[in-house]
């Protein structure tokens, strides 16, 4: 089966500066990969995704980077701000399997 | 609109104990999935529901079941629970609509219920 691995597990930037998730993937059939952001107290909700068929996404300060070949995908914050300060976990799974798999997650913290 | 809601929010039980969680999916989604999440760590698939009917089971005892109604809401029951059933019991629903494409996007999560089992 699929195993998500993700890196680092807890990032600290200062406001404005850049941040990078990575995730690796084991399943060569995967061909979704979501990014999730989870607030205290809160469930995951989608900030951006990435299908097998592209390399690269973007929306507004976030982006996605997709690597089929080394089976890893990346996220991308500029300019952060204080309320980017979540935990995000990266995901991958195939459209004919019902069982999304989660990296164990990022704490990313944004000092102001 | 509605999103993803689940009840309870929070519950403690003891050991041995049992429980029943209950969701409500966003209308028009006909497919709801049941999530793990144990402090620090990602969630954890342990069943997809479509059309009433089962279409995945994660790695989990069979004390784990669930069931889904005619109008797509969902319940999760765990029998004799253990210290390490302790967790965010999450739901998600998805647009999935046909059995090729169970999961064609973005799963919608509600906000979880706590489990604490002491």
């Known amino acids: 089966g699929e195993n998500v691995e993700q890196h680092p597990s807890t990032l600290s930037v200062q406001e404005g500066d850049s941040a990078v998730i990575k995730c690796t993937y084991s399943?060569?059939?995967?061909?979704?990969f979501p990014w999730y952001k989870q607030e205290l107290g809160k469930g995951p909700q989608l900030i951006i995704d990435i299908r097998s068929n592209v390399g690269e996404k973007k929306d507004q300060r976030i982006a996605v980077t997709l690597n089929k070949t080394a089976k890893h995908f990346s996220l991308h914050i500029t300019e952060t701000q204080p309320e980017d300060s979540a935990v995000y976990f990266c995901?991958?799974?195939?459209?004919?399997?019902?069982?999304?798999?989660f990296g164990a997650g990022t704490r990313l913290t944004v000092k102001p | 609109d509605a999103g993803v809601t689940q009840s309870p929010t929070h519950l403690i039980k003891t050991r041995g104990q049992h429980v029943t969680l209950r969701c409500s999916p966003i209308s028009g989604h006909k497919s709801v999935s049941w999530y793990q999440q144990v402090l620090g760590q990602g969630p954890q698939f342990i069943f997809q529901y479509y059309e009433k009917e089962e279409r995945g089971r994660g790695n989990f005892p069979d004390r784990f079941s669930a069931r889904q109604f005619p109008n797509y809401s969902s319940e999760l029951n765990v029998n004799a629970l253990l210290l390490g059933d302790s967790a965010l019991y999450l739901c998600?629903?998805?647009?999935?609509?046909?059995?090729?494409?169970?999961?064609?996007?973005?799963?919608?999560f509600g906000e979880g219920s706590r489990l604490t089992v002491l």
């Open positions: 998600a629903s998805s647009l999935a609509n046909t059995t090729r494409a169970l999961l064609s996007g973005e799963l919608f």
């Open positions: 399943d060569s059939a995967s061909n979704y």
């Open positions: 995901a991958a799974t195939s459209y004919n399997n019902n069982d999304m798999r």
